[in-house]
């Protein structure tokens, strides 16, 4: 019997959209293929902006006002 079922990963184990239909124990083989957002579907903003991979000072939280106007002088070298 083979089942195709979607689940998330969270950082540390796959969770299931759905529960299965195995006897405890049973042994599986998993194939893990990346389901993209299609569009109109639901997608995370934070999901977004991680993947953009952005880069920015350490300290811009604390220091908005300065980087507002501009690169401040003694801002950390991000290179």
Known sequence: ?????????????LQLDEPLDLEPNTRVRVSIEPIEPKLGEPYSFLDFLASLELRGPTDWSERIEDYS????QDAPNLS
């Open 1 to 13: 019997m083979t089942m195709i079922m979607n689940a998330t990963y969270n950082g540390q184990v």
């Open 69 to 72: 106007e501009g690169f401040p």
